[in-house]
């Protein structure tokens, strides 16, 4: 049986890794400002008011409206694990300078939302590790929320968000030591994976960056 040497702890809505944002061996990967490097192929960049922001009170029912959070700015970054890549990320800000201010500085640690991989017409897709993950044994038990954008125009977006538990094997070294990675535990959500949580959010176009 291998030690529950390390598990994974990172801020909630912090970027994860997928093929785009990480190393080879699966540890985040964090990318530049948005004015620099490739850019992502949408339309969709800008600074957005938010007018519906909810999320469940038990397990994945009962929704209820939050509060407190006025705009996402939704922009490009480029990702640390492909130079020659970008990631289409969102990050919650205040007022419109505010918003502008957030996308120069640390464009994305303390992202928000992350999408790995779509379009404007099909949609785009994130992960997400909301929280600390935890072993028992071998097996590595981490919550993934999966970011799921999509527009009906270049005015309006939709963001759902699914937060599920994943259990998986945990990857052992030579010493015996159990390491969970961000890359497991995205690979191992499924359509089986209990729901712990559902986030809404929707948001009309105000202005650009």
């Not at 890794?17 to 190393?23: D, I």
């Not at 969709?44 to 700015?73: E, F, P």
């Not at 015996?176 to 959010?201: G, H, K, Q, W, Y």
Request: proline letters at 3%.
């Amino acid at each position: 049986m291998a030690k529950p040497t390390t598990y994974i702890a990172k801020t909630i809505f912090m970027v994860t890794c997928l093929t785009l944002g990480c190393t080879s061996s699966g540890a985040l990967g964090c990318g530049s400002s948005g004015n620099e490097g490739p850019s992502v192929d949408t339309e969709l960049l800008g600074i957005y008011q938010i007018t519906r922001y909810q999320r469940s009170q038990n397990g994945c029912d009962q929704m209820m409206d939050v509060s407190g959070t006025s705009r996402l700015a939704l922009y490009s970054v480029p990702s640390t694990g492909d130079p020659d890549q970008a990631l289409l990320v969102g990050r919650f800000c205040g007022s419109v300078d505010d918003c502008r201010a957030r996308v120069t500085n640390l464009a994305t640690i303390g992202a928000n939302y992350s999408f790995f991989q779509g379009s404007d017409a099909g949609g785009w897709i994130g992960w997400a590790i909301p929280g600390e993950g935890g072993m028992a044994g071998d097996q590595c038990r981490v919550e993934v929320q999966t970011h799921t954008l999509t527009s009906s125009s270049n005015q309006a977006i939709r963001i759902d968000t699914r937060q599920v538990e994943t259990i998986f094997m945990g990857e052992v070294d030579a010493n015996n030591n159990a390491t969970c990675t961000f890359r497991d535990a995205i690979a191992a959500v499924n359509d089986e994976s209990p729901c712990t949580a559902m986030f809404l959010l929707e948001a009309t176009f105000e202005t650009s960056l």
